[in-house]
């Protein structure tokens, strides 16, 4: 059970480094990115700022969307295949009221910003059962591990949101003007968000998969 919650608790902070980063730079890049793959023809502008304005409500679930994927399968890896559907289909109902809330306000970024929030309700009673029935068990150095990702992603969100530009003169680019912009971009956020990481401290070793451990004697009868 050590090994399986210290595997468990690996996984996450994986989902973090990599989903936080992917959710904050499609987020403020969600302009640029539209323009560049579907800013052409009678996709005019304002289109790509309507299509924008849903995919930035869609990143904020991001990461949660890929933490539901390891949290059900913890799930699934003990023969327990009700409780992630239970979960699922309240978690319908969650985006089903949210949609009528928010559709009025919002528009269609509401309908968006619903399937964002039903997402993270899930990844939130995924872990919250896992805890409490003992099955998860929270790692010690998520404080520092924490502070670094949010040292990180501030510098990336920094670097990012001054490098972008406006929509306006993404729109008046080329097509191999913006798609160079935009490599350039993704390759720069790219690097400077695992230099800060290694400036503050982390290292790939802070997030290798745990070690095996040998079973005991009972362990080894049992599984046998």
């Given at each position: ?15 973090l ?27 005019h ?57 928010l559709?009025h ?78 490599i350039?971009l ?5 690097c ?33």
């Open positions: 059970m050590h090994q399986y919650a210290a595997t468990l608790d690996w996984a996450l902070r994986t989902i480094l990599i989903g936080f980063p992917a959710a904050l730079a499609l987020a403020l890049l969600a302009g640029p990115i539209l323009a560049t793959l579907m800013g052409h023809g009678a996709f502008q304002y289109d790509v700022l309507m299509s924008a304005q849903a995919l930035v409500a869609y990143t904020v679930g991001l990461p949660a969307f890929m933490a539901v994927k390891i949290l059900a399968s913890a799930f699934y890896a003990r023969q327990d295949v009700k409780t992630p559907v239970r979960i699922a289909v309240g978690c319908v109902v969650v985006n089903i009221l949210c949609n009528l809330a559709i306000v919002l528009l269609h970024v509401g309908l968006a910003l619903s399937t964002a929030i039903s997402s993270i309700v899930n990844a939130t009673a995924l872990a919250w059962i896992l805890k409490r029935r003992g099955i998860y068990q929270v790692s010690p150095g998520w404080g520092q591990f924490s502070a670094r990702l949010l040292l990180a992603n501030g510098v990336l969100a920094g670097g990012l949101w001054c490098c972008r530009g406006s929509l306006d003169v993404w729109m008046q680019c080329g097509v191999w003007m913006r798609t160079s912009w935009l350039a993704m390759a720069g956020g790219f400077l968000y695992w230099l800060m990481l290694y400036v503050a401290g982390f290292r790939l070793r802070d997030v290798r998969p745990p070690a095996d451990e040998p079973l005991a004697e009972g362990e080894v009868l049992c599984a046998s």
